[in-house]
T-cell receptor, first 114, second 115 residues
């Protein structure tokens, strides 16, 4: 799985608590992405980063924030978790320029908000 | 904005029969198209891509895809399906927003290969 590590792999948290998911890469790729996967919705982009400290919103960014202080790490934070954020979260990376190689995905983090 | 559509939620096929998973796209400019597969409790794995060149693209595990510009389609195919091909398949298109790359995914197709 192309040098991508997501942590934790599973987490159960209570409504209203903050949660941070981490994505770590060893490929030195410029682009990093956070997606959530839900039945009937496929993968939806939450946030992405195109460089250190350079991030932008995806299609479902409300309730999420991200940070990228180093090339290798991309953090996704749920400031106050809600049950609607129960999902499987995937991190992905891709190369620079045209993104012609597509993206490589981590193993996913299964988050349950109770 | 770029988008992809995968019109079927589930595709059932008998083992040994041809498998087709459909994808249509909408892009401005030249399309960069991808297929990914997801096995249970795993991340997505890259299968193949179309960037330019031959319309028939060959990828991993015996899969291929045909790019059809006039029909804006990029259907995934396999001549003879295996039970182990049962998985979730995603079509994706690269979109460029303000000079930055993103991938937009379809909703996915569950493929069930029946022994």
């Amino acid at each position: 799985d192309a040098g991508i590590t997501q942590s934790p792999r599973h987490k159960v948290t209570e409504t209203g608590t903050p949660v941070t998911l981490r994505c770590h890469q060893t490929e030195n790729h410029r682009y990093m992405y956070w997606y959530r996967q839900d039945p009937g919705h496929g993968l939806r982009l939450i946030h992405y980063s195109y460089g250190v400290k350079d991030t932008d919103k995806g299609e479902v960014s409300d309730g999420y924030s991200v940070s990228r202080s180093k090339t290798e790490d991309f953090l996704l934070t749920l400031e106050s978790a809600t049950s609607s954020q129960t999902s499987v979260y995937f991190c992905a990376i891709s190369d620079t320029g045209t993104g012609a190689l597509g993206a490589f995905f981590g193993q996913g983090t299964r988050l349950t908000v109770v | 904005a770029q988008s992809v559509a995968q019109p079927e939620d589930q595709v059932n096929v008998a083992e040994g029969n041809p498998l087709t998973v459909k994808c249509t796209y909408s892009v401005s400019g030249n399309p960069y198209l991808f297929w990914y597969v997801q096995y249970p409790n795993r991340g997505l794995q890259f299968l193949l891509k179309y960037i330019t060149g031959d319309n028939l693209v060959k990828g991993s595990y015996g899969f291929e895809a045909e790019f059809n510009k006039s029909q804006t389609s990029f259907h995934l195919k396999k001549p003879s399906a295996l039970v182990s091909d049962s998985a979730l398949y995603f079509c994706a298109v690269r979109e460029v927003l303000y000079g930055n790359n993103r991938l937009a995914f379809g909703k996915g197709n569950q493929v069930v290969v029946i022994p």
